[in-house]
């Protein structure tokens, strides 16, 4: 996980105000866990939604600068939005990463093979969370 | 094979009896009384001649004597039965004849009596050897002279010297005649008898060996039979035998059922190939770099001797069965190769349920981490949260209940690990993976629980570190297990150690601290500790799922018995063993071993 790299120790820096996150997952409380990682992380969250075409649409609508993806979800599963993502030029550069249950080096490959960024095992760390949140969004000028 | 049994009537094959009588009456085993019976019979009949009148009586006395001599000759012969005194009698008993004759001569005075003679003289003549014809010439001069000097010593005169010479001369050449045509004529019907013997040695022998051989027959015959009816009697399992070139020759009942075609449409008349799919069959022979067909099936069976893997067998209705194959190849008689077997069992129902289970883990486990996330997520918000901070007893309960998730987590983690090593979907991240760090963060893991439970853990590794090829994560879960287990198992005030050096391996799986010629190097990690042991009688079961020593439980340590079968596992997927040793109350040591 290259993505993984070390975060800004501050809290809220300037680099991740004002940039704006869609959190897809179709477990209300895991959705509303990552909702408050993002928002720890000093980022907006611009649409959270629980299955996989909503979160396309909303993609595409509101072109965020993250999307975090949980994997098995009804709609499109999190591969297929992420695919679908890359696909379209307006969207290929929406940063993703991708969340699921399965661990195993099978899921890790097929989730960077659709394009995603990063990839996070649950359950994760809620701090993990906030700095692969950060790591993501500080590359991107705000 | 058991012995072929040869009857009587094989062994005792009778020698004919026609050729018995005449071989005994020439060759001299004929008995005294047998060889005398015809001169008794003249006698018999000269004696009825007398009785009769026919013949003339001069002398009362002297036809008496001889015929009273006669026929106490024969009875003589008659009860003498020992071969040693028959073999004299043989010539005495017509010397006695001959004597009666000469004495019925002169009784009579009538030379009529003299046919007399041949009975007698042709018994002798016709006994083996000369001394009979000699002894003929001589009793028949007798027997001639005889009347001659009872007549003299009562009235002299009258005498025939002429048939005197000439009766015996003619006896003496005559005999020697038949003596001779005897003595060939026995030296033929002995002949005849030897070949008549072999002859009879040769039957038995060819009696003997045509018995064999329908012995043979039949004991093939039923070994054939049996084979078939073994082969019929499998049911479940598909028997094909084919040619060289894939023709089927032989197709059991199991094939019947598993492929819906019955023997006689497919022996002889369709390839195996014809009930595989080919598309597979192609795909094996891009991976094996073999030729395609007949040749990507049997490649493998052909390299190694034998192969088992599934196959993709298609029925005649055109449904596809996965069938577990083992092929071997076959060799005739002479050992020449002669085609090849494929004996199959159906494995669709089986290999479904294997995926059914695998994907019903998978879908626990996704389904027991979701809440899982949750549990964890939302404790570790409360546990940090330094806004609105916990009190000291509030942290230690919510402690507790994190320590608790991360348990079932772990749980959760191993179930499907074991699960995926039994799909066989187990795989490694080979990297170079440092073991001495490994061991280090192993015990920095554990250091809190050891210390609060009284252990003390010694860490010796090399300085310089041990790097292994593996997978990193996996290598850090087995260590973690060996490790916690030490700690687990070991009780206040003892000591665990974690050792780990380089050492080498001979071929044979022999591991020993200093280098050798054919020796391996390998990293070797001891983890000792002075706990409660494991009973010998249950050691090898330890690595067993699920399984959980006497020990353990009589000590209440907790564990669910999965993760030393896990370290196993890990173990084998490196390539390295999993040892022990241990003894009740005084400790164990696990020691870990793997190729550098």
Avoid at chain 2, 39 to 46: E, K, N, P, Y
Avoid at chain 2, 197 to 216: F, K, M
Avoid at chain 2, 371 to 398: A, H, K, N, W
Avoid at chain 2, 500 to 520: E, H
Wanted: hydrophobic content about 45%; aromatic content about 4%.
């Amino acid at each position: 996980m290259d993505a993984a790299q070390p975060a800004p120790a501050a809290v809220a820096t300037p680099d991740t105000a004002g940039v704006r996150v869609l959190v897809a997952d179709d477990e209300d409380d895991i959705r509303a866990l990552v909702t408050l990682a993002v928002r720890k992380a000093g980022c907006t969250v611009v649409g959270s939604v629980a299955d996989g075409s909503a979160a396309l649409d909303l993609a595409r609508a509101e072109l965020p600068h993250l999307a975090v993806l949980d994997v098995s979800m009804p709609g499109a599963t999190g591969l297929e939005v992420c695919v679908a993502l890359r696909a379209d030029p307006a969207t290929a550069g929406i940063r993703i990463l991708l969340l699921s249950a399965g661990a195993s080096l099978e899921d890790v490959a097929a989730g960077l093979a659709a394009g995603a960024d990063a990839y996070l095992a649950k359950p994760f760390q809620v701090s993990g969370l906030v700095q692969q949140v950060r790591a993501l969004t500080a590359r991107q000028p705000a | 094979m058991t012995a072929v049994e040869v009857g009587p009537a094989v062994l005792g094959h009778p020698t004919p009896r026609r050729f018995g009588r005449l071989t005994a009456l020439f060759s001299g085993q004929s008995t005294v009384l047998d060889r005398s019976l015809p001169s008794t019979v003249l006698f018999a009949v000269a004696a009825l001649l007398l009785g009769t009148g026919t013949l003339p009586v001069a002398d009362g006395e002297l036809v008496l004597a001889g015929l009273a001599s006669a026929f106490l000759a024969t009875l003589v012969a008659r009860l003498v039965t020992q071969p040693a005194v028959a073999g004299d009698l043989a010539l005495v008993v017509p010397l006695v004849h001959l004597g009666a004759v000469g004495l019925l001569s002169a009784g009579t005075g009538s030379a009529g009596v003299l046919f007399l003679l041949l009975g007698p003289v042709l018994t002798l003549v016709a006994t083996p050897g000369r001394r009979g014809v000699l002894v003929a010439a001589l009793g028949t001069a007798g027997a001639l002279l005889l009347p001659e000097l009872l007549a003299s010593s009562t009235a002299p005169g009258t005498s025939l010297p002429g048939a005197l010479l000439l009766g015996p001369l003619a006896v003496g050449l005559g005999g020697l005649g038949v003596n001779e045509g005897a003595r060939r004529l026995a030296g033929q019907a002995a002949r005849i008898e030897r070949l008549e013997n072999e002859r009879a040695v040769l039957l038995a022998q060819v009696q003997t060996r045509a018995d064999e051989l329908d012995q043979a027959t039949r004991m093939l015959a039923a070994r054939a039979q049996t084979m078939t009816s073994v082969i019929d009697a499998v049911t479940e399992q598909s028997i094909i035998g084919t040619d060289r070139d894939g023709v089927i020759r032989v197709w059991n009942p199991g094939a019947e059922k598993m492929l819906g075609l019955p023997r006689p449409e497919v022996v002889r008349k369709r390839s195996i190939l014809e009930f595989h799919l080919p598309e597979e069959l192609e795909a094996v022979s891009e991976e094996d770099g073999s030729a395609t067909g007949l040749a990507a099936l049997v490649h493998a069976a052909q390299e190694h001797g034998s192969d088992v893997r599934d196959w993709t067998y298609v029925a005649a209705d055109g449904q596809q069965r996965t069938v577990s194959v083992a092929i071997t190849p076959r060799t005739d008689d002479q050992g020449a190769h002669a085609g090849w077997n494929f004996v199959g069992t159906d494995m669709t129902e089986a290999r479904a349920t294997e995926r059914m289970k695998d994907q019903f883990v998978s879908l626990i486990s996704h389904e027991l981490r979701t809440p899982l996330t949750s549990i964890l997520g939302y404790l570790e918000l409360v546990l940090e949260d330094e806004e609105q901070p916990l009190t000291d007893e509030q942290r230690s309960f919510l402690t507790t209940v994190e320590r608790n998730a991360d348990r079932l987590l772990r749980l959760v983690g191993d179930l499907l690990f074991t699960a995926q090593v039994d799909a066989g979907r187990f795989t490694l991240k080979p990297e170079d993976v440092d073991l001495a760090t490994v061991v280090r963060s192993a015990e920095e893991s554990v250091r809190v629980t050891a210390a609060a439970a009284g252990v003390g853990i010694v860490v010796d590794v090399p300085a310089g570190g041990l790097v292994v090829p593996g997978d990193a994560v996996r290598l850090g879960q087995a260590c973690d297990n060996l490790v916690s287990n030490a700690v687990k198992f070991t009780p206040d005030g003892g000591q665990v150690t974690l050792t780990l050096r380089t050492a080498w391996q001979t071929p044979d799986g022999a591991v020993y601290t200093d280098a050798r010629p054919d020796a391996a190097p390998v990293a070797q990690l001891a983890v000792s500790d002075t706990g409660i042991g494991i009973p010998s009688t249950e050691q090898g079961k330890l690595f067993t799922r699920f399984f959980r020593a006497s020990t353990a439980q009589k000590n209440a340590v907790p564990g669910v018995g999965l993760g030393l079968a896990i370290t196993k596992a890990i173990t084998t997927a490196h390539g390295g063993m999993l040892d022990l040793v241990s003894a009740e109350g005084a400790g164990t040591t696990f020691t870990l071993t793997l190729p550098l």
